[in-house]
């Protein structure tokens, strides 16, 4: 393993140990860190000088019109981008705890380990709910009976549906409602204990009650992750989050306190989304 | 909405244009529905054509069969076994002694000297030989016997036939001129069981010279040729048990036993033997020509499952856009070649490659190497991946595409590699899939007749599968062969032309199950994605 992804692993897991321990206090310090950034689909650039800290156990939003690339920066952020052939970066780094994640001897599975992600359509494999939340250690060779299950349990109790799937665990993880589904694909990502969540409209295909269980959820969550959501609804953006950035036009406009975003923002294009003018 | 759409906003009548009452929606389903009314009616047509021609078939097959028992020939073919059994052993005595020249030539003993050697021996095969020409004699003027009754049988039921059809037209005097034999068989049948005493006194002479003969086998002077002599003096003592055996079911046989439907059926369905334009008997066991289909197609598999599969993984999960754009077109044009040239090529190149790669040292660890054979079921089966490779590269290909982008993106995004997730969510995923492109190539090879027509060597035989892998490299015959080869040259409503009609039902039997299986599978697999 190379030095750098040494690094990233070593430095982490003593963040989680602390983090773990006591909720912090005071401003905790930045994990993500995005400088001077550009990205581009072949010709066509998509994010423009992105400047931005997302900072330990704290819950960023993403908010901004369609297009305006939430999707694309989230993405960046566990190199999932990579899958694309055409994209590519211009300028600038991300850097997780310090690390440069674009650094070519970075390796991209170690990555994804640290920043597990959730997806805006709910996507548990065709297996059943045990092996969904189990995947990432089978992957990693773990097998170990007790180690499975503890695991299930405290994930699937982390993602607030043990007490609805406790019975069924060995039925297809297709056959959950819309919003256990997309919990189960939370549990799922809690399995490889990562420190980063990226969640790209968790919970847009969700009816009002399943979205107030994932948002409670992801209050659980915040303080033993970070956690960054792209979200089209600004009450949730308010509810669940400390800082918010609003994107337009693959620009970073405005970025600070979720409530003085939505108090106060400084910027007028800013007001004009959040007062639901335009987008 | 327009404007006009708006003032008539209440007026619901359909306003579409109308040809004799039809309009274009209408027309089109017409058209459609149609199409599929035609596919429907064919394929009710060539089930309703087999059936009819290939279902009187086990009638006139049981009829056939009934008379080769009535003219005695079944009873004559119970002796020509055993004559045949001694012949095998006779020719194993003989091998012996040609292992014995290959070895003193190979030892640069000349001519002469060879001869003297082998000449210690020559006498006892020779004898050997000459004790079973009575037997085996006897057995060949009884076999004319039973032929020629069952042949003049055949032939006054012609006569009677013909001057029927005579008589039916009218023509009565041409009829009067048509004579016709009474041909009673029994009379024959009476005449060889007659003969049975002479037999059994035959089989005793035999028996007797025999054990005179193995109670003093020769010496060779050779470890291993030693070993094989006392082999074959066990195969003489047990060529005498089937001696007794073979006079038991004699003396068990009877004419007057008719023959059932089953034993023709059981003839067809389980019959080892598919014999035509015999002059003694014919037989139509499919046995050979369905192991003979069964054997290229499993190694037409063998070679494009993992090649077809390999790919469609390939190319859909690791190829670049560039990688893609080249692969896939160049796989499906190997369907664009037909058939007979790739048959043509097999019999041109790879048949003789084969034979010359099996004859490499390398390769002479293998006990059937080097191969003598240019055609065969290796041949074949090879040629015949070639053919199945687009099909199932092409299936498993669209079922690998059908998984969900998104159970890619979740596996990569937890950190799995891409190896990783294509073995335990691509796969998985598209199996039912995979296995009916599986399915569907098995299907393709099995009816494909060309190229097994032209590179299985078309020896109508079980393959002798206790040869292991050098099974793969036998010459077989193929049920789309025979159809192909036979059917050009029969007498229409013969009960050969009507045995080739049985084979297609077979084949087409096995297709339809084989289709069948493939929906159903990618019917469940639907079913379990939604
Ligand atoms: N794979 C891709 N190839 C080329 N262009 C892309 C690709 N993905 C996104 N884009 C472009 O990048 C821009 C940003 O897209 P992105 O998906 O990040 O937007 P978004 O803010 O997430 O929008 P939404 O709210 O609709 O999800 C868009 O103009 C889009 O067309
Ligand atoms: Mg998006």
């Not at chain 1, 190199?79 to 674009?102: F, T």
């Not at chain 1, 306190?257 to 800013?270: A, C, G, L, R, V």
């Not at chain 2, 004419?255 to 033997?273: P, Q």
Request: net charge negative; glycine share 8%; with cysteine.
């Amino acid at each position: 393993m190379s030095l750098l992804t040494h690094n990233l692993t070593a430095k982490t897991s003593q963040q989680t140990t602390q983090s773990m321990a006591s909720k912090p206090s005071g401003p905790s310090r930045p994990l993500i860190r995005v400088s001077d950034f550009d990205f581009f689909y072949g010709e066509k650039q998509a994010l423009f000088d992105i400047n931005m800290e997302m900072r330990e156990n704290e819950v960023t939003a993403f908010i901004g019109p369609s297009g305006c690339g939430k999707s694309t920066l989230l993405r960046c952020i566990n190199r999932m981008n990579d899958l694309v052939e055409v994209a590519r970066i211009g300028r600038g780094k991300i850097e997780v705890n310090d690390a440069d994640i674009y650094d070519p001897r970075v390796d991209t599975i170690e990555l994804r380990k640290r920043v597990g992600m959730v997806f805006q359509k709910s996507n548990p494999f065709p297996k059943s709910i045990y092996e969904n939340v189990i995947y990432g250690l089978r992957i990693q060779g773990i097998n170990k009976k007790s180690v499975l299950d503890e695991t299930v349990e405290r994930c699937l109790k982390g993602a607030a549906l043990w007490e609805e799937v406790r019975d069924r665990l060995d039925t297809s993880g297709m056959s959950l409602s819309g919003g256990q589904q997309q919990r189960l694909c939370i549990a799922r990502a809690l399995a490889v204990e990562p420190d980063i969540l990226l969640m790209d409209e968790p919970c847009s295909a969700l009816d009002p009650v399943a979205t107030a269980k994932v948002e409670e959820l992801i209050h659980s969550l915040k303080d033993h992750y970070t956690i960054v959501i792209v979200t089209h609804n600004m009450q949730q953006a308010a509810r669940v989050s400390d800082k918010t950035a609003f994107f337009y036009l693959g620009k970073l406009i405005e970025m600070g306190k979720t409530d003085e975003i939505f108090m106060s923002p400084k910027n007028e294009q800013t007001e004009a989304y959040i007062s639901g003018r335009f987008g | 909405m327009t404007e006009e759409g708006e003032n008539n906003r209440y007026d619901l009548h359909s306003r579409r244009r109308q040809f004799l009452g039809i309009d274009k929606d209408q027309a089109l389903k017409g058209l459609f529905g149609g199409n599929a009314i035609v596919s429907i009616v064919v394929l009710a047509l060539i089930t309703f054509f087999l059936f009819k021609e290939g279902a009187a078939f086990f009638g006139q097959y049981r009829e056939n069969i009934d008379l080769y028992r009535r003219s005695g020939i079944e009873y004559v073919d119970i002796m020509k076994e055993q004559s045949e059994s001694y012949s095998e052993l006779n020719r194993y005595l003989n091998s012996i002694r040609s292992e014995h020249a290959t070895m003193l030539r190979e030892e640069g003993l000349s001519f002469a000297d060879a001869r003297a050697k082998l000449s210690g021996y020559e006498d006892f095969i020779y004898a050997i030989e000459d004790l079973g020409y009575p037997v085996s004699e006897y057995v060949l003027e009884m076999s004319e016997v039973a032929v020629g009754a069952r042949d003049m049988y055949e032939d006054a039921a012609n006569y009677r036939e013909h001057r029927e059809n005579l008589l039916e037209l009218g023509r009565d005097e041409e009829a009067a001129e048509v004579e016709v034999l009474d041909v009673d068989l029994s009379l024959f049948v009476d005449m060889i069981k007659e003969g049975e005493a002479d037999f059994l006194a035959l089989n005793d002479a035999l028996e007797a010279g025999l054990r005179e003969r193995i109670a003093d086998l020769p010496t060779i002077g050779v470890e291993s040729l030693d070993a094989k002599m006392q082999r074959f003096g066990e195969l003489a003592l047990m060529f005498i048990v089937e001696m007794e055996r073979t006079e038991q079911l004699l003396s068990d046989w009877t004419s007057e036993k008719r023959v059932g439907m089953f034993t023709a059926l059981a003839s067809f369905v389980f019959g080892e033997d598919w014999v035509t334009n015999s002059s003694i008997q014919d037989w139509y066991g499919i046995m050979p020509l369905f192991t003979g289909s069964l054997l290229v197609a499993s190694i037409a598999m063998v070679f494009a499952v993992p090649l077809g599969v390999g790919a469609a993984i390939y190319v859909n999960q690791f190829a670049n856009q560039k990688e893609q754009t080249l692969i896939k077109p160049y796989i499906e044009f190997i369907s664009a070649i037909p058939s007979v040239v790739i048959g043509f090529f097999g019999i041109a190149v790879f048949g003789q490659f084969v034979r010359e790669v099996s004859g490499w040292a390398i390769l002479s660890g293998f006990d059937f190497f080097p191969i003598s054979e240019r055609l065969t079921a290796f041949t074949a089966g090879c040629l015949l991946a070639l053919m199945a490779i687009p099909t199932i590269f092409t299936l498993a290909e669209d079922a690998i595409n059908n998984v969900p982008k998104s159970f890619k993106e979740a596996s990569l995004a937890m950190g799995a590699t891409r190896l990783q997730t294509t073995l335990r969510i691509i796969v998985p995923t598209s199996l039912s899939g995979i296995i009916s492109a599986i399915l569907l190539g098995f299907g393709r090879v099995i009816g494909e007749t060309m190229v097994v027509l032209l590179c299985a060597g078309n020896r109508i035989e079980i393959p002798d599968f206790t040869n292991g892998i050098g099974t793969f490299f036998e010459p077989v015959h193929t049920m789309t062969g025979i159809i192909a080869q036979e059917l050009g040259e029969v007498v229409n409503g013969s009960i050969h032309y009507r045995a080739l009609f049985m084979v297609g039902m077979v084949l087409f039997v096995i297709s339809l199950f084989i289709n069948y299986m493939a929906q159903k599978i990618v019917l469940k697999y639907q079913v379990s994605r939604g």
